[in-house]
């Protein structure tokens, strides 16, 4: 799983601890509780060295009742906001690395038949693959 996406699912159990699917929702999910999908990404340039990819995530809430769930959803988006937009990113033990995703969007939206989603957006850079190059070993000048 990217690490985002966990520092991310991290931040949403602390604010909303329910249960959390992550492959699929079964027909007899529990309520409440949260579902999330894998992230899709498109990609775009950035520098001369690094390219950028930009996520969007959709999470979904599901409550008692979509009022419920939309109150749910508002509440998790407001405290993200309130934290600026960052998310602290963790290491693979779950450590926080003193380092944060910043989030360019989170919207809550009504969702219907006891469910609201939060679409979140942000992007993330990478390094462009570099050719190996053999290093010059002896260089010798001759002048005149």
């Known amino acids: 799983m990217n690490p985002e996406l966990a520092s991310i699912r991290t931040a949403f159990h602390q604010l909303f ?3 959390i699917y992550e492959e699929e929702v079964p027909e007899d999910l529990i309520i409440p509780s949260m579902y999330f999908p894998p992230a899709f990404s498109f990609d775009g ?3 001369l060295s690094t390219f950028t990819k930009t996520y969007s995530l959709q999470v979904k809430i599901f409550h008692e009742s979509t009022q419920q769930a939309h109150a749910e959803a508002e509440r998790i988006a407001d405290a993200i906001r309130a934290r600026r937009l960052l998310v602290p990113l963790l290491d693979l033990e779950g450590t926080q690395t003193g380092e944060y995703v910043r989030l360019n969007r989170i919207e809550s939206r009504q969702g219907s038949s ?3 989603p939060i679409v979140l957006t942000w992007d993330s850079r990478y390094f462009y693959e570099q050719e190996a190059v053999n290093p010059l070993n002896n260089v010798s000048w001759k002048g005149g």
């Open 17 to 19: 601890p329910e249960m």
């Open 45 to 47: 340039p950035d520098s």
């Open 114 to 116: 006891g469910m609201a």
